[in-house]
């Protein structure tokens, strides 16, 4: 009775531990090959995030760390002139016709991008060629993706889906290229020669043509203006996907700021 009992009370035995390592014998390749595919799927996936990128400036409003109160403006009126005052100069900086006016003079209407095998990526700047894109069918043509491929030290594709339709053409550098949705001409940025010629016609690229609109919209989204306590400063942040582009955008939002603030 007292073996019965204590065979009763065994929880697991050695033909349990013997039918669980059968179990996992049978399905370890199983076992391998999900961890192994759920870990190349949040590599590709964390690699094909787009990068952002912050940058910062700052705004003296006035010569001195507080604003002067003998100032005929701000004499009788006090901290509260000043508080109304840094108020419309944060609005002024973060208004749409000040944007508007920085984004006509960086020249960010067009976007470019190398495309990898498995990640798309945006620069600035650093592409051997510059766009220039008069859209004639701007509902379809704007944010629609234009594939450039450069054949030689003269010659380039032009490719793009519009609707089901795919259509292709072939332009040289220098001259403009007509088509019945837009025009556009390709210069180059710097001469192609026999020794990165290689380097130029291996990447894909692809140019993307925003509209004015589009883009205040992107940059006034992603700023962010502040007084520093106590102080006349502002504090001007920006977040974009190009480091570089967030660095112009700033540096000529203020230039564009302090210009307007001399009129």
């Known amino acids: 009775m007292n073996s019965d009992k204590q065979t009763s009370n065994k929880l697991i035995d050695s033909k349990d531990l013997q039918s669980i390592w059968k179990l996992i014998k049978k399905n370890l390749g199983i076992l391998i090959l999900v961890p192994t595919i ?11 995030l787009k990068d952002v990128y912050g940058a910062n400036a700052q705004l003296l409003l006035k010569s001195n760390e507080t604003y002067d109160y003998q100032d005929p403006i701000y004499k009788g009126l006090g901290a509260y002139s000043m508080y109304m005052d840094v108020s419309n100069q944060i609005r002024i900086l973060q208004s749409r016709d000040i944007i508007e006016e920085v984004v006509d003079k960086i020249d960010v209407n ?20 510059k766009a220039e894109i008069e859209i004639y069918n701007s509902e379809q043509l704007y944010e629609l993706p234009l594939s450039v491929k450069i054949l030689d030290n003269d010659n380039y594709t032009l490719s793009y889906i519009i609707g089901d339709q795919e259509k292709k053409y072939q332009g040289n550098f220098e001259e403009e290229l007509i088509t019945q949705d837009f025009g556009i001409k390709l210069s180059k940025n710097y001469e192609f020669s026999s020794t990165d010629i290689d380097r130029v016609l291996a990447p ?29 400063i502002l504090d001007i942040n920006i977040t974009d996907d190009i480091e570089s582009r967030a660095k112009v955008f700033l540096d000529t939002l203020c230039a564009v700021f302090i210009d307007y603030s001399q009129r």
């Open 110 to 129: 067009i976007s470019y991008f190398i495309s990898g095998r498995l990640k798309k990526k945006e620069v600035f700047g650093t592409l051997p060629f």
């Open 38 to 48: 759920a870990y190349c799927i949040g590599f590709i996936y964390a690699y094909r």
């Open 204 to 232: 894909d690229y692809e140019i993307i043509a925003h509209s004015r609109a589009h883009m205040v919209g992107h940059f006034k989204s992603r700023i962010a203006v502040e007084n520093i306590e106590f102080t006349s």
